[in-house]
């Protein structure tokens, strides 16, 4: 069944499930076993031992360790840690207190998530954790749903740094790009700078962030979260499982103070970004450049090893308190516990993803698309949507890219040259819309567990604004198509995102 259209029902078992039940591991756990059970014709024996090999394979491959999946694994155990202690010291606590004299208002809480995530852009990982430290208190003390605070996080970091060049993606993709735009006599980083403009999803989803943020739009299932969270205080629902929420472990110190917080963020910061930089510089060979750097970075390692040096100086800063109330050793305990959950559903994620790949649905999706006889004025549509689905699907922005890159430069090539530009950056934004609204994708998992968000509720919330992004988007590609004109498919663009919420935003008005 592998690379034929059957390869679709697992994926699409999954995502019907997580929607009907709202379960993420059993919808999950159910799309692994029906893959396997395709992949090796519904032999019982073979289907389960795929299923142990797809899960030994996470951590070990071809007899050594993959300590890329380790590492991050061992960084989110350890950012769990690092939170108990922010929590547990009063540093979150004094934070927050200290954020409320600055920032007097509700909607300066809200700007300030987005903000943090467009300065912080080397990484969406790095970016998704980071931000829901530092935005967590400030967001908590103006009751904004978590819901709310996940949303702002997963909807700038991805479509930052996908148009950003110096980061983690934008390096990856411009050695991606560069061997696919000789043909139109293009300098990789040239055709990169080229492709931004173009990336109408990534730049409408910053645009309704912060619209959403300034005039507190909240649409579809975000309202109930918004609404609870104001009437009640509740930012997370009671009978919900959420990583990293440690409120109701252990009350803070009474002697908190703000650099109980600050202090560990810096140093996990700058550890981070200290190892990115060395690491890069190291694997660059001879010529050592900014893109080169980040191109060869090793971001798994440097979050690992940032965490590892966040958590000492939290611990000594906690010991360092003269009557510190909890002991260290629940403060670790419940820190790990804290972010099971949202370890439990990357690991799942991770094996329905080899199982997907297993299977080639991405590879029968662009397989349609390359056999398709289509007027070449609506491939750049038909790109975004089909990178839009094989991204939901697979749960993997970057295996979307891997596949549909190529695609979309050859196709072009011979259909219409001058349309090569505008069909790569669709199949990025493409790529980036369907990891948003993936329930298996990593930056969606760890945009809820940075904002300390139940997943599905995160998914469920994040889709409606997403929809609304992607179809203001394909009109826009639909439009380059016709008529080859950046200008109008950026703006029809820009001005639907803006329609659309303050219609919404009008008639929430009018029912409240």
Known sequence: ??????????????????????????????????????????????????????????????????????????????????????????????????????????RGAHLMAPIFGIVIFIDDYFNALAVGQIARPITDRYNTSRAKLAYFIDSTSAPVTVISPV????AYLIGVVGAL?????????????????????????????????????????????????????????????????????????????????????????????????????????????????????????????????????????????????VKTSLVLVEGIKAMLPAIYILLLAWMIGSIISTLQTGEYLAQVVENANISSAILPVIFFVISGFMALATGTSWGTFGIMLPIAANVMSIADPSLIIPSLAAVLAGAVFGDHVSPISDTTVLSSTGAGANHIDHVLTQLPYAIIVAIASAIGYLLVGLTNSLLLGLVVTFLLVILTAFVVHNYNKKQS
């Open 1 to 106: 069944m592998e690379g034929t259209i059957f390869s679709l029902i697992p994926a699409i078992i999954m995502l019907v499930l997580v929607l009907l039940t709202r379960k993420v591991l059993l919808s999950l756990g159910i799309g692994i076993v029906v893959g396997a059970l395709f992949i090796h014709n519904f032999n019982m024996l073979d289907s389960f031992k795929e299923i142990w090999n797809v899960f030994y394979g996470i951590f070990v491959s071809d007899g050594s360790l993959n300590m890329g999946e380790i590492q991050l694994i061992g960084f989110l155990l350890l950012l769990g840690i690092m939170t108990a202690f922010l929590q547990a010291s009063g540093g979150s606590k004094a934070f927050g207190d200290w954020m409320t004299s600055k920032i007097k208002t509700r």
């Open 167 to 170: 980061s983690s993606w934008g």
């Open 181 to 325: 735009v000789t043909m139109i006599d293009l300098q990789p980083l040239e055709a990169f700078v080229k492709m931004i403009p173009y990336n109408f999803y990534a730049l409408a989803a910053i645009l309704l962030v912060f619209i959403v943020a300034f005039f507190n739009i909240n649409i579809g299932p975000m309202k109930k979260h918004e609404a609870r969270a104001v009437e009640t205080g509740e930012v997370i629902p009671k009978d919900k499982t959420v990583p990293g929420d440690l409120s109701n472990s252990f009350e803070p110190s009474k002697n908190g103070r703000v650099y109980h917080l600050v202090i560990p963020i810096i140093v996990l910061l700058l550890t981070t970004v200290g190892l990115m930089l060395i690491t890069g510089a190291n694997a660059s060979g001879d010529v050592v450049t900014l893109l080169s750097i980040f191109e060869n970075t090793n971001v798994n390692f440097s979050l690992f090893y940032g965490g590892v040096a966040a958590v000492i100086v939290a611990l000594i800063l906690y010991v360092a308190q003269n009557n510190h109330h």
